[in-house]
């Protein structure tokens, strides 16, 4: 017999009966958490305070900072011309500029021609159009000779197009290559006229083939030019590049070294090379012209140095065989003043002397022409307004939030609901505090600023909240009389945010007034866990207690059934 289970043998559920009856003993704890639950939720209403607080002596802060009064607005009088900026710190003045000569960069032009020729000899019948060394691609397509349409296809050999013109034009015009100029002509008894409308073919244009109104036209230009997208030693150069025996070269721009791969390194590949280095030059490749050029990443009379260490990269392209076209500097007078240079198109204190100004010439001067205008550098006071305004928000929000947190109301049938920090007194005393460091005067400053209110900046009248309710007045503060605003903000020992950040950080500080509350309330809800515990054992013994208890009950009980069954066995059929 199980007498473990409730009421086996009395037939009476004392399990459930303790329950209830322990349901009964553990009401303390219920009122324990209840108040546990009350504490945390105003430690958390403690901890919105204090955010809140923080967040408002960062602005407080950000008025403490003597960087804010000196920041400065540059105005210039033509901005199609030039703009400008100015430093924190920097001179409050008008400065009026004449530029007379533009920055330039300087331009290492290499030589022309680098490309070798077309063919190697005057018969063509062999060279391929979509293989050819042309400076670009020859389209699929039609072009017009004599008013007469010749079609063309890529895989047509020069020659080929030749004898498409000839047979186009009834043999009136015929064509031919020069291997030793590397130019195509088109001879005619009469003149020649080339293109119509409809061409679709760049045929005319990439073989340089205009009218001039005779019966012969030849290229403008030598045709083949530098295959950059091939490998440097099959990439169409008058002088093959070279290396060393195994093909490896190196050359310097401006003393940084550059190396290359004859077999594995492509034209393109190496002129990345340069511009991703630090030798402060671009470099590129003019297919038109069939030259190199490199070009400096600055401006100003400068130079570029070259030097071939190993093969002969910058011979070959014509780079240091080329010319220099030398750069320009930026030339230029302020107030009247003798000519200062620049070698960029951006004026800065190194160049004209005026700490913390830099203009910068957005529009190039052609030549004989000079710019003139004037930059104003002026105290930037919305920068200061909007520190102000910022306070001023950060400052309302933090009497709202202690507004809403200590609010008490009555409803329309007389229920008074009190919210989590009602009858706090030392948030009444931060709201009270709060709002008497915002109106209060004070001392020891020299200027004729002493409160908030000087400057505009009032209470409402009917809360703790503060408004602009004067700008006008903040603005002739501003304009005039910047510097004693900033003493009144920025003095260390009596300014206005030096104590307002003083009583915040009081308030907000590790060992502050608030952080002392809320370890006060941690401490009553870790109380609480122990008193909890330890209700909760004696719970739990009287739990025991009651079990033995009615376990013994049943066991008596299920005896006295046995003896009760035995003698209704024996005598109960007599």
């Known amino acids: 017999m199980d007498l473990g289970v409730s009421g086996l043998a009395s037939g009476f559920d004392w399990r459930s009966f303790i329950d209830q009856m322990l349901q009964i003993e553990r009401t303390p704890q219920t009122r324990m958490r209840n108040e546990q639950s009350t504490l945390r939720k105003i430690n958390d209403a403690y901890a919105s305070l204090k955010t809140q607080l923080q967040a408002l002596q960062g602005k407080v802060e950000a008025l403490q900072k003597e960087e804010l009064y000196q920041a400065r607005t540059a105005k210039t009088s033509d901005a199609s011309i030039a703009s400008a900026s100015a430093a924190t710190g920097a001179a409050v003045g008008e400065y009026r500029f004449t530029v007379s000569q533009w920055a330039t960069a300087a331009v290492q032009q290499g030589l022309s021609n680098r490309g070798a020729g077309l063919n190697s000899t005057n018969d063509v019948s062999g060279l391929v159009l979509s293989q050819a060394a042309f400076s670009r691609a020859i389209t699929a397509g039609t072009f017009t000779v004599n008013g007469k349409q010749i079609t063309v296809e890529t895989s047509d050999t020069l020659q080929g197009v030749f004898d498409k013109i000839a047979a186009a034009t009834g043999g009136a015009v015929t064509g031919s290559y020069d291997a030793a100029t590397d130019t195509i002509s088109l001879t005619s008894a009469s003149e020649i006229v080339l293109g119509a409308a409809t061409d679709t073919s760049n045929f005319l244009q990439v073989a340089r083939l205009a009218n001039n109104g005779t019966g012969t036209v030849t290229s403008r230009s030598a045709l083949g030019v530098v295959q950059v997208g091939a490998k440097l030693n099959a990439a169409n150069l008058s002088t093959p590049i070279t290396g060393d025996a195994a093909g490896k070269g190196e050359f310097k721009i401006n003393g940084v070294s550059i190396t290359y791969d004859t ?71 302020v107030n009247d003043s003798g000519t200062l240079v620049s070698r960029s198109n951006t004026i800065t204190e190194e160049s004209s002397g005026i700490a913390g100004l830099s203009v910068t010439l957005l529009k190039p001067l052609a030549a004989g022409q000079t710019h003139e205008f004037t930059v104003t550098v002026g105290a930037d006071t919305e920068k200061v307004k909007t520190a102000l305004n910022d306070f001023i928000s950060e400052y309302n929000k933090t009497q709202s939030l202690i507004d809403s947190q200590t609010a008490i109301t009555t409803d329309a049938n007389g229920k008074v609901t009190a919210n989590t920090l009602a009858g706090m007194t030392d948030v009444y005393e931060i709201a009270r505090q709060l709002r008497s460091l915002a109106t209060q005067a004070l001392s020891g400053l020299s200027g004729n600023l002493t409160r908030l209110s ?49 009583y915040l950080e009081h308030v907000v500080d590790e060992e502050g007034v608030l952080a002392k509350t809320q370890n006060s309330l941690n401490k009553q809800v870790s109380n609480l866990d122990d008193q909890i515990a330890e209700q909760e054992r004696y719970v739990q013994n009287v739990r025991e207690q009651m079990v033995r208890s009615f376990l013994a009950m049943e066991n008596a009980q299920a005896q006295a059934n046995q003896q009760l069954s035995f003698l209704l066995q024996r005598f109960g059929s007599k």
């Open 454 to 502: 000087d400057l505009g900046i009032d209470t409402s009248g009917t809360d703790n909240s503060l408004k602009l309710a004067d700008s006008a007045k903040l603005d002739d503060w501003l304009n005039n009389r910047l510097d004693e605003v900033a003493a009144f903000f920025t003095d260390e020992t009596y300014g206005f945010a030096s104590k307002y950040s003083a």
């Open 263 to 333: 077999a594995t390194d492509t034209v393109a590949a190496v002129l990345a090379r340069i511009n991703q280095s630090q030798a402060g030059v671009y470099a590129s490749y003019d297919a038109e012209n069939d030259r190199f050029l490199l070009t400096n990443k600055t401006t100003g009379d400068v130079g570029i140095g070259l030097e071939d260490v190993t093969g002969n990269f910058l011979a070959a392209t014509g780079l240091s065989g080329g010319s220099l076209q030398r750069g320009t500097d930026m030339l230029y007078t």
